[in-house]
């Protein structure tokens, strides 16, 4: 074979070589963009939270209606007011309670003069009959002469106490017409601010009969004691009890977290249609270095903290998957599944126990499709947070 036919093959070799090579090179599995995490140490925290968004509660708040219906005719306060304990608030018209107030208020007086009236005749036949009975025992006048006297003392006596209970019947009567102005007017039952207002002086305002639900007059809220409430799993309540420690965040305040003290777990379970059955949690917050300024009715979330590790191996817990198992990110450009041992966990990270080591990476982007064991990566550096 000659030199020439023999490089000309050679060169054809190379031909098919690189043309292999480029149809490989074009087919070959490309890397998948993964997102990584580099294992670090800190702090783990097992806990639990509320299921639905649980709400900022006073610890006082009540809504005042009179006890009977009538015209609004003083409105002392108006919606926003800071009121004392014992402040007027409302005041139905209640001329015609006053007016009998007034009437009976007289009727005391006229009963008290009668008494006077009366026990003075009193006293004066009880000295009559003293004295009948002297001149009887000195035979002056007969036994019956003395018999009389006493009777008519006797007489005169029931009618002063009949006279002082008519005193005291008519004072019980002014009672009764004060305690009915009582049902016409709202004091503040507690220092606090008021809410709401439904009505307006000059309307007719009407209490709750039973069983019917209507609008209180007004709504009085002591924001100065607060606390938040949430429903919990019933799966969980087993799990809490007053003191632990727990953190709250409040829609209105994003991006912050408090931390309070839970101050009581119900004694029973909420069953409300169509949703999971409950235990309500009631929580209050530390004092905070800087007061924070909560609205009652604001939505709240609180997390319930179970246990709570420092310095600890941790893995990113979006990076588990079933039975304990993570992928690592290996020197050689592939991913490697291994399984590792965890303990305290939460939404956010789980403590590792063994299967990694600090500055190892594992993938947290396995819902991306070809994520698997021995798959070639590259790190998505584009979408790292």
């Given at each position: 074979m000659s030199s020439t036919l023999m490089r000309r093959l050679l060169l054809a070799l190379l031909v098919v070589l690189l043309v292999v090579g480029v149809l490989w090179w074009a087919q070959r599995p490309k890397p998948i963009a993964v997102l990584l995490?580099?294992?670090?140490?800190?702090?783990?925290?097992?806990?639990?939270?509320?299921?639905?968004?649980?709400?900022?509660?006073?610890?006082?708040?009540t809504k005042l209606s009179a006890t009977m219906g009538g015209r609004i005719e003083v409105l002392a306060v108006k919606e926003g007011d800071r009121v004392k304990k014992g402040q007027l608030l409302m005041k139905l018209w209640n001329d015609d309670q006053q007016a009998q107030s007034a009437l009976a208020q007289a009727q005391v007086e006229t009963s008290?003069?009668?008494?006077?009236?009366?026990?003075?005749?009193?006293?004066?036949?009880?000295?009559?009959?003293?004295?009948?009975?002297?001149?009887?025992?000195?035979?002056?006048?007969?036994?019956?002469?003395?018999?009389?006297?006493r009777a008519e003392a006797q007489a005169k006596r029931a009618g002063c106490d009949a006279a002082k209970a008519d005193v005291a019947q008519a004072q019980v009567r002014v009672k009764a017409t004060r305690v009915e102005q009582s049902r016409t007017v709202l004091y503040a039952p507690f220092a606090g601010t008021i809410a709401k207002i439904v009505g307006e002086v000059g309307e007719y305002s009407t209490p709750s009969p039973p069983g019917v639900p209507t609008p209180p007059a007004i709504d009085l809220i002591d924001d100065?004691?607060?606390?938040?409430?949430?429903?919990?799993?019933?799966?969980?309540?087993?799990?809490?009890?007053?003191?632990q420690v727990v953190r709250i965040s409040f829609d209105a305040l994003p991006g912050q977290s408090f931390a309070g003290t839970l101050k009581r777990v119900a004694p029973y379970v909420s069953a409300v249609e169509k949703q999971a059955r409950t235990v309500d949690i009631e929580a209050t917050l530390d004092p905070q270095p800087k007061p924070v300024r909560l609205l009652v009715g604001y939505s709240a979330d609180v997390e319930v903290i179970l246990a709570l590790r420092e310095n600890v191996v941790r893995v990113p817990t979006s990076a588990?998957?079933?039975?304990?198992?993570?992928?690592?990110?290996?020197?050689?450009?592939?991913?490697?599944?291994?399984?590792?041992?965890?303990?305290?966990?939460?939404?956010e990270f789980a403590e590792v126990l063994e299967g990694l080591a600090v500055g190892e990476r594992v993938v947290t982007s396995l819902e991306r499709e070809g994520v698997k064991a021995g798959a070639a990566f590259v790190p998505d550096e584009k979408n790292r947070k």
């Open positions: 995490s580099t294992i670090d140490q800190g702090r783990v925290e097992a806990s639990i939270a509320n299921t639905r968004a649980g709400s900022v509660e006073a610890c006082q708040r008290r003069k009668r008494v006077a009236e009366i026990c003075t005749l009193a006293d004066n036949a009880e000295r009559e009959a003293q004295r009948q009975g002297a001149l009887r025992s000195q035979g002056f006048v007969s036994s019956a002469r003395e018999e009389q006297a100065t004691c607060l606390y938040v409430r949430a429903p919990m799993d019933e799966v969980d309540a087993p799990k809490v009890q007053p003191g588990l998957q079933e039975g304990g198992r993570v992928l690592v990110a290996g020197a050689d450009g592939t991913l490697e599944e291994r399984t590792v041992k965890v303990g305290l966990s939460n939404w």
